[in-house]
């Protein structure tokens, strides 16, 4: 018999963890997520997301056998910013079976309409901050770094249960070889022009980590505030997010722009991680999956262009193009090939046509849904 469990146990916290590695055991394109990682972002204590916002975990069987998995989350954050009474689901995956989706979602809806919450929006693995959407387009391909992943069936299950589209989120991918270099011949004068604007570029400072940081931080919330969905970092969530990208960080792909001593912009970009993880058996670095990741780190090939910031009254002056310039630049002469610029909001046309200008190509396609409940 088909049935909805919440997850109460760490028994049970690991099973929800541990489900897709076996729904996906046969997908080559499959990444898994480090297990220690999503054992903290779903521990009320050990993610800062915590502090202010809740979520319930919940399990589908069939008798005794797991087939599937959903979060329902309540950020009051989110409501707190953007005035809207939203609650999300995330971290969903499950069997190609109608009714399993159904009883998933129905749960979900139930107890984010309990919070209050007027309508339900999906898939968001705890906020915009953090993974989310479900990939409709380019599944021949493994995702880049914190980029999901899910089957093709799962778009037509919650289009069924009643979930319309919101919105699309796009990954371009761009080549080093196919790249248009014009942006890095024209870095010396457009920096030129910068610097008489008292606009300097530079790499981040990781013996000053700390303050970069905070600057950092500023520029993002103020950066993104205006974007569909966006929910300002906390001090503690910006901290434990930098904290974790520190260890796989490389200051040739994270570039500041700063003018008298205040960040105005910035650019961030990460190895391919998944490159190792895709190689780490069900996301446990113990006993062999630590070596893989601390060994395989020099030989990661791509990289993923993450964000892109520049504060209001500093757009179009140029910055975005030295930044994106110094990216492509800075791999010249290393082990990196390519990489991808993701996610871009489909109506953010001003960046989405400054990526098809170097000649990014779109590959991917991530939708988030919405329901009125």
Same mark, same amino acid.
């Given at each position: 018999?088909?049935?909805?469990?919440?997850?109460?146990?760490?028994?049970?916290?690991?099973? +929800?963890?541990?489900?897709?590695?076996?729904?996906?055991?046969?997908?080559?394109?499959?990444?898994?997520?480090?297990?220690?990682?999503?054992?903290?972002?779903?521990? /009320?204590?050990?993610?800062? +997301?915590?502090?202010?916002?809740?979520?319930?975990?919940?399990?589908?069987?069939?008798?005794d056998k797991i087939t599937g998995?959903?979060?329902?989350?309540?950020?009051?954050?989110?409501?707190?910013?953007?005035?809207?009474?939203?609650?999300?689901?995330?971290?969903?995956?499950?069997?190609?079976?109608?009714?399993?989706?159904?009883?998933?979602?129905?749960?979900?809806?139930?107890?984010?309409?309990?919070?209050?919450?007027?309508?339900?929006?999906?898939?968001?693995?705890?906020?915009?901050?953090?993974?989310?959407?479900?990939?409709?387009?380019?599944?021949?391909?493994? %995702?880049?770094?914190?980029?999901?992943?899910?089957? %093709?069936?799962?778009?037509?299950?919650?289009?069924?249960?009643?979930?319309?589209?919101?919105?699309?989120?796009?990954?371009?991918?761009?080549?080093?070889?196919?790249?248009?270099?014009?942006?890095?011949?024209?870095?010396?004068?457009?920096?030129?022009?910068?610097?008489?604007?008292?606009?300097?570029?530079?790499?981040?400072?990781?013996?000053?980590?700390?303050?970069?940081?905070?600057?950092?931080?500023?520029?993002?919330?103020?950066?993104?505030?205006?974007?569909?969905?966006?929910?300002?970092?906390t001090d503690n969530e910006f901290?434990?997010?930098?904290?974790?990208?520190?260890?796989?960080?490389?200051?040739?792909?994270?570039?500041?722009?700063?003018?008298?001593?205040?960040?105005?912009?910035?650019?961030?970009?990460? %190895?391919?991680?998944?490159?190792?993880?895709?190689?780490?058996?069900?996301?446990?670095?113990? /006993?062999?999956?630590? +070596?893989?990741?601390?060994?395989?780190?020099?030989?990661?090939?791509?990289?993923?262009?993450?964000?892109?910031?520049?504060?209001?009254?500093?757009?179009?002056?140029?910055?975005?193009?030295?930044?994106?310039?110094?990216?492509?630049?800075?791999?010249?002469?290393?082990?990196?090939?390519?990489?991808?610029?993701?996610?871009?909001?489909?109506e953010n046309y001003l960046m989405?046509?400054?990526?098809?200008?170097?000649?990014?190509?779109?590959?991917? =396609?991530? =939708?988030?849904?919405?329901?009125?409940?």
């Amino acid at each position: 018999m088909k049935h909805i469990s919440p997850v109460n146990s760490p028994k049970e916290l690991k099973s +929800f963890i541990d489900f897709p590695h076996d729904l996906y055991q046969h997908d080559k394109n499959y990444v898994p997520e480090l297990f220690i990682a999503q054992q903290d972002m779903l521990t /009320p204590g050990k993610h800062p +997301f915590h502090e202010h916002s809740e979520l319930k975990l919940f399990l589908a069987y069939d008798g005794d056998k797991i087939t599937g998995r959903i979060a329902a989350i309540y950020n009051r954050n989110h409501i707190a910013f953007n005035g809207k009474n939203d609650g999300f689901f995330g971290f969903f995956d499950c069997i190609n079976d109608q009714e399993t989706v159904d009883l998933l979602m129905k749960e979900a809806v139930a107890w984010v309409k309990e919070k209050g919450g007027e309508r339900i929006i999906g898939p968001i693995n705890l906020s915009t901050n953090d993974t989310c959407g479900l990939l409709v387009e380019g599944f021949d391909r493994p %995702p880049m770094a914190m980029m999901t992943y899910n089957a %093709p069936y799962y778009k037509d299950l919650l289009e069924k249960n009643g979930l319309v589209k919101q919105t699309d989120l796009l990954a371009y991918e761009i080549n080093v070889d196919s790249a248009n270099d014009k942006s890095v011949r024209l870095i010396e004068a457009l920096e030129g022009r910068l610097k008489r604007s008292g606009i300097v570029i530079r790499k981040v400072n990781l013996k000053d980590f700390k303050n970069e940081v905070i600057k950092i931080r500023a520029v993002y919330n103020s950066a993104w505030d205006k974007n569909l969905g966006f929910v300002p970092f906390t001090d503690n969530e910006f901290d434990y997010l930098a904290k974790d990208l520190k260890m796989i960080l490389d200051p040739n792909f994270c570039l500041v722009a700063e003018k008298d001593g205040q960040l105005v912009a910035f650019i961030l970009g990460v %190895p391919d991680i998944n490159q190792i993880l895709i190689k780490i058996k069900r996301g446990r670095l113990l /006993p062999t999956g630590i +070596f893989k990741l601390l060994f395989g780190k020099k030989n990661i090939t791509r990289i993923r262009v993450l964000t892109l910031g520049v504060i209001e009254g500093y757009r179009k002056m140029g910055i975005e193009a030295v930044l994106y310039g110094h990216i492509i630049k800075n791999t010249y002469g290393t082990k990196i090939t390519g990489g991808e610029c993701s996610w871009m909001l489909e109506e953010n046309y001003l960046m989405n046509h400054a990526i098809e200008q170097i000649n990014g190509k779109l590959y991917k =396609r991530y =939708r988030l849904y919405e329901k009125a409940i």
